[in-house]
């Protein structure tokens, strides 16, 4: 006994047969591009923050250089500190800092700025050092003119007296 509808249940069982397989591919597509997908953002994640660490350990090390500087620059008024000595330390760790950067981006831009600054303001201690050696050269110089024409006036001032 054959069935009358042969045809329409040959047509009904492949459409269903091609639905069920369109569906378990889609969903099984679904389910791995669920596993794929987040396995590569995390591998991205995981080299960002790689470069992040290398960024920042780069840049306390930056900055605990920067912090030795600014101790040398609090001492360098100080006194019984030898400023040349600690001039020529200054610009030795200016020069390792500058050496220590490496190729040019934002963060290094302005560590070269800081740098320059440093430089600057060691330039500027040390005229402001020989300025005030001089002022003190000139202030002993003027006290001795002082006194000198002190004693020339109180000359004069017996000079007169006597006669």
């Keep these: 006994m054959k069935p009358l509808n042969t045809k329409e249940r040959d047509s009904s069982f492949w459409s269903f047969a091609l639905f069920f397989s369109l569906t378990v591919i889609l969903i099984t ?3 791995s591009l669920n596993f794929i997908i ?3 953002q995390f591998a991205e ?3 960002q923050v790689k470069e992040y660490a290398n960024f920042k350990a780069k840049q306390s090390g930056f900055m605990s250089q920067i912090d030795a500087i600014n101790s040398e620059f609090k001492e360098y008024n100080l006194p019984g500190k030898s400023q ?3 001039q ?3 610009s030795k760790k200016n020069i390792a800092l500058e050496e220590a950067i490496g190729s040019e981006n934002a963060t290094n831009k302005v560590y070269r700025r ?3 600054n440093y430089k600057t303001m060691l330039s500027l201690k040390a ?3 020989d300025a005030g050696k001089q002022l003190s050269e000139a202030n002993a110089a003027l006290n001795d003119c002082e006194s000198e024409n002190r004693k020339v006036e109180k000359e004069l001032k ?3 007296e006597k006669q």
């Design 29 to 31: 597509c679904v389910v």
């Design 38 to 40: 987040p396995e590569k």
């Design 45 to 47: 994640l995981k080299v």
């Design 84 to 86: 040349s000595f600690l």
């Design 88 to 90: 020529n330390d200054i």
């Design 114 to 116: 800081m740098i320059e």
């Design 127 to 129: 005229s402001l050092s």
């Design 158 to 160: 017996d000079k007169q």
